[in-house]
């Protein structure tokens, strides 16, 4: 290239840029879209995510708690139990539809590179797979086919990379999916004692065997979740704290950038003091963006 710089064609990380500076060659257009991943595998893990939340609902309301005789036992676990659902779900949903950070395709040009303003004999580098210039702490993901900006891992059960623009709400997802899955475990071993004392009579609006069938089955659904859940958020918090994230970890990359630890790393993902807001999943909810309605594909994603 011209005007002394170097660009260099590589597969795997290496600095380069902040996040400010790969975002110059996005468009407003493109920052406007909702992000959707077109992976069958990540699709289909998404669907069985929700339908098993969606079965965690039935079982607690229509098998637990309507068929109770203690009217504020069924209302107060009913709304603490839905109340958590929603938000898990909804955490769910801006993790699979919010644009991990991922860097402008094919924007390693002359122009662009020009614009840089990069002083002489700096080395840049660019992806060989999309074709864009990766910036520090950037990777490629084969699923989604485009460079991430702090791509912790692609996780199929949000059908999306967790990377720098939406980490935050994985958070809040492994988070309610915890909480719903003690709650759940907590409802049944209720259940299962008041069942027993009452020989299963009363117990419920089915009949004894599908009764005991729809919460075994739920009981191993809300063990494994909490397994799971309750792992991944420790993980997460713990790279957040420690700003590194899991593919730097496994790669045991020395960081060549200031490390924002503890609270600092809390505050940079999460935003603000700490308050309210961080366990919100609706907060800084556009609306009107996802009301207006226009699909174009382009690659393995479209957007809405």
């Given amino acids: 290239m011209s005007s002394g710089h170097r660009l260099r064609d590589v597969e795997q990380h290496h600095p380069l840029l902040d996040g400010e ?25 998404a669907f069985i995510t929700w339908f098993l939340v969606l079965y965690a609902d039935f079982v607690v309301t229509f098998v637990m708690l309507l068929p109770s005789k203690s009217f504020w036992y ?13 938000l898990a779900l909804t955490s769910h949903l801006r993790t699979m539809l919010t644009d991990p950070g991922a860097v402008p395709k094919g924007n390693a040009t002359k ?12 080395v840049i580098y660019k992806c060989s797979k999309c074709y864009s210039i990766k910036p520090e702490r950037a990777h490629h993901c084969s699923i989604c086919k485009r460079c991430i900006r702090k791509m912790d891992h692609h996780c199929p059960w949000v059908n999306n990379c967790v990377g720098e623009n939406n980490q935050r709400f994985f958070v809040l997802f492994t988070m309610y999916i915890a909480m719903i899955s003690t709650h759940a ?10 069942c027993v004392k009452v020989q299963w ?16 089955f739920l009981c191993l659904e809300g063990l494994l979740f909490l397994t799971f859940t309750a792992v991944m958020f ?25 490390r924002q630890v503890r609270w600092e790393g809390m505050r940079s993902v999460f935003g603000g003091k700490p308050s309210l807001l961080w366990i919100n999943p609706f907060a800084g909810l556009r609306l ?15 957007s809405v």
């Avoid at 997460?236 to 970890?249: G, L, P």
């Fill in 21 to 45: 500076e790969a975002a110059v060659g996005s468009t407003a257009g493109e920052a406007e879209q909702v992000w959707f991943i077109q992976d069958g595998c990540g699709m289909v893990c």
């Fill in 74 to 86: 069924a209302v107060v676990n009913g709304v603490v139990f839905n109340c958590l659902a929603v």
């Fill in 111 to 122: 122009k662009y590179m020009e614009s840089l303003n990069l002083k002489p004999g700096e």
């Fill in 185 to 194: 475990l907590a409802l049944s071993g209720y259940q299962f004692v008041t």
């Fill in 201 to 216: 009579s009363e117990c419920s609006d089915f009949s004894p065997p599908v009764t005991v069938m729809l919460m075994i």
């Fill in 234 to 258: 420790g993980t997460q918090v713990h790279s957040i704290c420690n700003d590194e994230t899991e593919i730097e970890r496994l790669k045991n990359e020395k960081p060549t950038w200031e």
């Fill in 288 to 302: 009107r963006r996802l009301l207006a309605t226009r699909s174009r594909k382009a690659g393995p994603e479209f």
